[in-house]
């Protein structure tokens, strides 16, 4: 597109413009270059807007919304494809039967492969948990010959979804991946059937560049496999994985300068009686399903390293001793979250206060906090800001 005075043609100067500096131009060269009543005219064709401006309007549209703007004009077409509109792509596949969410269109789906799958770079799949929806999952990721992704998570928004499609059709799909992009460095690939021999397919294509790996619910992966990305990911800062593949040997590597240097350790923990061990340095806490009143009482008392506990569900039982020994013992907890659990509105400020200004997060839902003969929901919020050194109010809806 001919830019207007001020540039010559295909001049990357405006580049470093602000949309609301480019706007003020268009509008100022419109009233230069015509008559009042021209200029009022023209100052409402959409379609002169210059491409720079046009792409951070559809940065902010929604995909469909960009795809109707996009039949507007030829101009708007083509900053439907523009490169920077395709880096970060979000896969919804859903079946109408048994989800209602809307899925990603299938022509949209196609244009994307044929025209900017080299585009590519942060892409997820969020799929049900239908066999068909993580099949389709599967060939489009098999299609990605050209790609170059640094990150992609396979997200099943219900189970069982990817451990239903054969074992043999993900591993391939997968690997098309692997082998073609040779520089991701975030991977999510929790609940499916990756494997060993794939791992290996992983780190030989991108052991430079991998910094974050997430990968709970695999049952086909063994401590061999983990080891294997231990020993040549040497940038590896981030891993998760399930509890019952921490072996001994497999444990002390990942401790071990000599093969990663791990900022984060994540473990999804399915039977907690055998975890809570003063040994092992829990910093991060997160339940995701209802856990009961005698195992947040053990956090307390077995995690002294921890840094951030959430817990999304609980019952209806009072945690206020829970959580004023948590507060004794953890003097390091600096974020929390409380969901559908119940804790004393007296209990809670005690804990705020044990804790003080520490706290840089506290994700509390009004729901949770019980009124008592100290403290009503109307006072509670300038207690806590006191403690906190800022203003604080309970959250309305989870923040997780």
């Not at 609301?20 to 959409?46: I, M």
């Not at 040549?232 to 994985?241: D, F, I, M, S, V």
Request: proline residues 5%.
């Amino acid at each position: 597109m001919k830019r207007m005075k001020g540039g010559e043609e295909g001049s990357d100067d405006s580049s470093c413009e602000s949309p609301a500096e480019v706007c003020k131009k268009v509008r100022n060269q419109l009233s230069e270059d015509s008559e009042p009543h021209v200029a009022e005219s023209l100052d409402c064709n959409w379609a002169r807007l210059p491409q720079e401006l046009l792409l951070h309007i559809f940065q902010y549209l929604p995909l469909l919304d960009r795809a109707y703007a996009s039949q507007v004009c030829r101009g708007w077409n083509q900053a439907f494809h523009m490169p920077e509109l395709w880096r970060c792509f979000e896969f919804e596949l859903n079946q109408p039967a048994s989800s209602y969410l809307k899925a990603t269109h299938p022509d949209l789906i196609k244009q994307i492969i044929k025209r900017h799958s080299n585009h590519l770079q942060y892409v997820s799949f969020k799929v049900d948990s239908s066999m068909e929806s993580a099949e389709a999952a599967c060939d489009i990721l098999s299609q990605l010959v050209n790609c170059s992704l640094k990150t992609l998570g396979l997200i099943s928004t219900a189970r069982p979804s990817f451990m239903e499609v054969p074992k043999s059709h993900f591993i391939s799909a997968l690997t098309v991946v692997f082998v073609n992009s040779k520089s991701l460095s975030s991977l999510k690939i929790d609940d499916t059937p990756v494997d060993d021999p794939s791992l290996k397919v992983l780190v030989a294509n991108n052991s430079d560049t991998l910094k974050l790996l997430k990968m709970s619910s695999c049952p086909h992966v063994s401590p061999a496999g983990i080891l294997c990305v231990a020993d040549q990911c040497h940038g590896l800062r981030e891993l998760a994985l399930n509890y019952h593949l921490l072996s001994d040997e497999l444990l002390l590597a990942l401790s071990s300068e000599k093969h990663v240097h791990l900022e984060h350790l994540r473990i999804d923990v399915d039977e907690f009686g055998p975890f809570f061990n003063e040994e092992i340095p829990v910093t991060h806490l997160y339940f995701g399903r209802s856990v009961s009143k005698e195992v947040l009482g053990r956090v307390g008392l077995h995690c002294p390293r921890l840094v951030e506990l959430v817990v999304c569900a609980n019952g209806l039982r009072p945690l206020d001793e829970e959580l004023i020994r948590i507060a004794k013992h953890c003097t390091q907890l600096s974020a929390i979250g409380l969901g559908e659990c119940e804790v004393s509105c007296s209990a809670f400020v005690e804990f705020v206060k044990m804790c003080g200004r520490r706290l840089s997060q506290l994700s509390i839902m009004e729901e949770v906090l019980i009124p008592d003969h100290k403290y009503s929901l109307d006072e509670i919020h300038w207690e806590v800001s006191k403690h906190l050194g800022r203003v604080w109010f309970p959250d309305m809806m989870p923040t997780w």
